[in-house]
């Protein structure tokens, strides 16, 4: 396919239902199985990672939706097929933009899953608008209270987490190096952050081709960046500071943590440090799976998952 794609082209045929939802001032595309009869069931909002998009839940859609949850994938400001401002990428916008989300899909609370950083989201919007939020589950990240304490003193961690986190701070260098040879390098970051089992199926051959193709839609580089870039950053500034102290806050909703056993970029430490500040806080390991728990591992995590919001 030459040149840029067009976002519309993440729109996949399938069992999907896509539309757009606008909140907190954007259009978002969101995605579920169905078009009808779910506007009264429980939400359960699902929230990608970074270089993914509203495909990394495919897994999950359908089995939440047959056990009774209208289960809506969405992508996050900046990527797939949302729009991409230039700003609004710090923890405030970002937790806003979930409440607005939940707001305009007709509901006043949702149960929150989110993968990397949009289990940061999770953690932010659980805090910042605790009545919007019944419960949390958040896959291959910490609260990021316990990340930022891990980075000064696991020494583990820090080398795992900080090196590619400050590659991105780059202006330019970093969006060229996720663009180039049509989304390489984001290949590349998957190979080695997933787990040797996933990487042999065809499964994770299309995510990659796919992740590859929506990386390269104008914008997406950047404003996935935008994210890395706010969360260091901001550790030198006011807003962080804020940010963080208003973090510090221990939420006393269901909090469901997963993390794939081969994960070496998120470790086990950081995770369970995250119970700090859950009074219900559910730690689980899945095997033979790395840090794309979700994907890898979906049998395993659509139970916990069901589970905890059964519970």
Excluded at 2 to 27: E, K, M
Excluded at 163 to 178: M, S, T, V, Y
Aim: hydrophobic share 40%; proline share 5%; aromatic share 10%.
């Amino acid at each position: 396919m030459s040149g840029a794609p067009d976002a519309t082209q993440i729109r996949f045929d399938g069992p999907w239902h896509h539309f757009d939802v606008r909140a907190n001032g954007l259009r978002f595309h969101a995605v579920e199985v169905t078009a009808a009869g779910l506007a009264d069931r429980p939400l359960v909002l699902l929230l990608h990672g970074f270089g993914e998009f509203w495909w990394s839940w495919r897994h999950q859609l359908g089995p939440l939706t047959e056990a009774g949850y209208r289960a809506v994938a969405v992508d996050l400001r900046g990527y797939g097929d949302s729009d991409k401002p230039p700003r609004g990428y710090d923890g405030w916008t970002l937790a806003g933009d979930t409440h607005a989300l939940i707001r305009a899909l007709g509901h006043s609370e949702a149960a929150l899953v989110g993968h990397a950083d949009g289990g940061l989201v999770c953690w932010a919007t659980a805090t910042l608008h605790p009545r919007s939020v019944t419960s949390i589950a958040v896959l291959s990240s910490p609260h990021p209270r316990a990340l930022r304490q891990s980075m000064f003193t696991n020494s583990a961690e820090r080398t795992a987490f900080l090196a590619p986190f400050l590659h991105n701070q780059l202006p330019r260098i970093g969006e060229k190096r996720l663009t180039r040879g049509g989304g390489a390098w984001l290949e590349e970051y998957m190979r080695e952050r997933a787990g040797n089992a996933w990487k042999q199926t065809a499964d994770f051959t299309e995510a990659v081709d796919r992740n590859r193709h929506a990386v390269t839609i104008p914008g997406v580089a950047h404003c996935s960046l935008e994210y890395r870039r706010w969360a260091f950053r901001s550790q030198f500034r006011n807003d962080g500071r804020r940010f963080m102290d208003l973090m510090n806050k221990r939420l006393h909703i269901p909090v469901l943590a997963l993390r794939g056993r081969e994960d070496d970029y998120i470790l086990d430490s950081v995770m369970s440090a995250s119970s700090h500040w859950a009074s219900d806080f559910d730690y689980q390991v899945i095997a033979d799976a790395g840090h794309f728990v979700h994907e890898e591992a979906p049998e395993q995590v659509n139970r916990a998952l069901l589970r905890s919001l059964a519970d």
